[in-house]
């Protein structure tokens, strides 16, 4: 017997396939919809309903934070908590750093662990210049915020928000040695020129950065710092020996050598009255050998550096803060003086006028005898003058909060959204 095989298919079977056709180009079609009515979404979720903020947190990498590491988790910290923040902030930074761990429990708020303080100083500046716009564009942030004056000099097309605290750093290279100054020249100038927004912590460093760096005003705006210390924190005595205090790292600007003579002065008539400096040395800063020998004078303290609690107490026991800084951007340490209950004399230059508001004794920061004028001023008031010199201190302090600098940065981020 043959067996056929038969080449032709049946009509049958023709339609039967035609159908199987029909249905598969009618579910490839109701596919291929879906996904784009899916991406679409996706993307107009992105673009009007979660507007993202990339927060640099390469200031996590110390430790020991001072300065301008202190104001830049005040702030972040206060965005983080902001209740009338409705964007989305992408935080890199380092957990180990106190207190960033917690922000990974507010809404809208991611924070993607960078290693910082296992690193070099060298390798996180690289990270920042190389790595981090890359990583904005990932997370889809189309703003991102560099709290202390450093930002990739090529940003893309991610929009820049630079904080600049002070402009020592150009107007005054002596301080500092000639490493810094290079690395700043390529870690802080290009990113601050093409920032499309530049905030200054004062009206002073504002006219500094129109004048010296050339950045036109529109670009310009001026945010005060908060306080970190409040009315409620506990301060413990920790000693009865009357003493001075001065707060701030170990560095030029400071003009510790005229204060430590100024203080000399004082003590022929307040024998038992020692100067307590708070503070550390500074690689980054020039070597000041007068310092090094005048640190020894008798009554002189070099505590080092001082936890908040330590630094809350030293505040509220001394009998003046003294702040004869040459040059400051903000002042910080002036205000959490005032609000810890010390009477502060600071300098009549820079910024401090600004910040002191009148509540502060000001004095000539280049003058010995002045610092001294104006410290024994302080220490013969009787005790109504000196309740109403902290009166006032409390008063001005209490006008600066980072509640407040936090509803300003927000309020930049979302021109550059618009």
Same mark, same amino acid.
């Given at each position: 017997?043959?067996?056929?095989?038969?080449?032709?298919?049946?009509?049958?079977?023709?339609?039967?396939?035609?159908?199987?056709?029909?249905?598969?180009?009618?579910?490839?079609?109701?596919?291929?919809?879906?996904?784009?009515?899916?991406?679409?979404?996706?993307?107009?979720?992105?673009?009007?309903?979660?507007?993202?903020?990339?927060?640099?947190?390469?200031?996590?990498?110390?430790?020991?934070?001072?300065?301008?590491?202190?104001?830049?988790?005040?702030?972040?910290?206060?965005?983080?908590?902001?209740?009338?923040?409705?964007?989305?902030?992408?935080?890199?930074?380092?957990?180990?750093?106190?207190?960033?761990?917690?922000?990974?429990?507010?809404?809208?708020?991611?924070?993607?662990?960078?290693?910082?303080?296992?690193?070099?100083?060298?390798?996180?500046?690289?990270?920042?210049?190389?790595?981090?716009?890359?990583?904005?564009?990932?997370?889809?942030?189309?703003? +991102?915020?560099?709290?202390?004056?450093?930002?990739?000099?090529?940003?893309?097309?991610?929009?820049?928000?630079?904080?600049?605290?002070?402009?020592?750093?150009?107007?005054?290279?002596?301080?500092?040695?000639?490493?810094?100054?290079?690395?700043?020249?390529?870690?802080?100038?290009?990113?601050?020129?093409?920032?499309?927004?530049?905030?200054?912590?004062?009206?002073?460093?504002?006219?500094?950065?129109?004048?010296?760096?050339?950045?036109?005003?529109?670009?310009?705006?001026?945010?005060?710092?908060?306080?970190?210390?409040?009315?409620?924190?506990?301060?413990?005595?920790?000693?009865?020996?009357?003493?001075?205090?001065?707060?701030?790292?170990?560095?030029?600007?400071?003009?510790?050598?005229?204060?430590?003579?100024?203080?000399?002065?004082?003590?022929?008539?307040?024998?038992?009255?020692?100067?307590?400096?708070?503070?550390?040395?500074?690689?980054?800063?020039?070597?000041?050998?007068?310092?090094?020998?005048?640190?020894?004078?008798?009554?002189?303290?070099?505590?080092?550096?001082?936890?908040?609690?330590?630094?809350?107490?030293?505040?509220?026991?001394?009998?003046?803060?003294?702040?004869?800084?040459?040059?400051?951007?903000?002042?910080?340490?002036?205000?959490?003086?005032?609000?810890?209950?010390?009477?502060?004399?600071?300098?009549?230059?820079?910024?401090?006028?600004?910040?002191?508001?009148?509540?502060?004794?000001?004095?000539?920061?280049?003058?010995?005898?002045?610092?001294?004028?104006?410290?024994?001023?302080?220490?013969?008031?009787?005790?109504?003058?000196?309740?109403?010199?902290?009166?006032?201190?409390?008063?001005?302090?209490?006008?600066?909060?980072?509640?407040?600098? +936090?509803?300003?940065?927000?309020?930049?981020?979302?021109?550059?959204?618009?």
């Amino acid at each position: 017997m043959h067996i056929w095989r038969r080449v032709g298919k049946s009509d049958d079977e023709r339609a039967s396939e035609n159908s199987i056709t029909h249905v598969n180009v009618w579910v490839h079609f109701f596919v291929v919809k879906a996904a784009r009515a899916i991406i679409v979404a996706r993307f107009w979720d992105l673009g009007h309903m979660q507007k993202a903020v990339a927060l640099n947190g390469r200031f996590t990498g110390t430790s020991q934070p001072t300065g301008t590491q202190t104001a830049a988790f005040g702030l972040f910290d206060a965005l983080v908590r902001s209740p009338e923040r409705e964007l989305s902030l992408v935080v890199f930074a380092d957990p180990k750093f106190p207190g960033v761990a917690e922000w990974k429990k507010f809404p809208n708020v991611t924070v993607v662990t960078v290693p910082f303080q296992n690193w070099s100083r060298g390798r996180a500046q690289w990270w920042e210049q190389f790595t981090l716009p890359r990583l904005c564009r990932e997370w889809n942030c189309t703003v +991102a915020h560099h709290p202390i004056a450093t930002s990739p000099a090529f940003k893309g097309n991610v929009k820049s928000v630079v904080t600049l605290h002070d402009l020592n750093f150009f107007n005054h290279p002596e301080w500092y040695s000639r490493s810094f100054r290079l690395v700043y020249a390529f870690t802080a100038l290009p990113g601050l020129r093409e920032a499309e927004r530049v905030v200054v912590i004062s009206d002073y460093v504002r006219e500094q950065a129109a004048r010296d760096l050339h950045i036109e005003m529109q670009r310009l705006r001026r945010v005060y710092n908060g306080v970190r210390f409040t009315l409620q924190d506990e301060i413990f005595a920790h000693t009865t020996v009357p003493y001075l205090l001065c707060v701030g790292s170990l560095q030029p600007h400071k003009n510790l050598p005229r204060l430590i003579k100024a203080y000399s002065m004082v003590k022929e008539t307040f024998p038992e009255l020692e100067l307590w400096v708070v503070g550390r040395p500074q690689p980054r800063f020039s070597e000041m050998p007068e310092l090094h020998a005048l640190l020894k004078t008798p009554g002189v303290k070099l505590l080092g550096y001082l936890s908040d609690a330590e630094l809350r107490a030293a505040y509220a026991n001394a009998l003046v803060f003294c702040y004869p800084s040459l040059e400051e951007g903000f002042g910080l340490p002036m205000l959490e003086a005032m609000i810890c209950g010390a009477p502060v004399v600071t300098s009549n230059c820079s910024c401090l006028p600004e910040i002191a508001g009148g509540a502060a004794e000001l004095v000539d920061p280049f003058s010995e005898q002045d610092i001294a004028l104006g410290v024994r001023k302080i220490l013969d008031l009787i005790p109504g003058e000196r309740e109403r010199w902290l009166a006032r201190g409390l008063e001005r302090a209490q006008k600066f909060s980072w509640a407040n600098a +936090a509803r300003e940065y927000l309020a930049i981020y979302e021109e550059l959204f618009d």
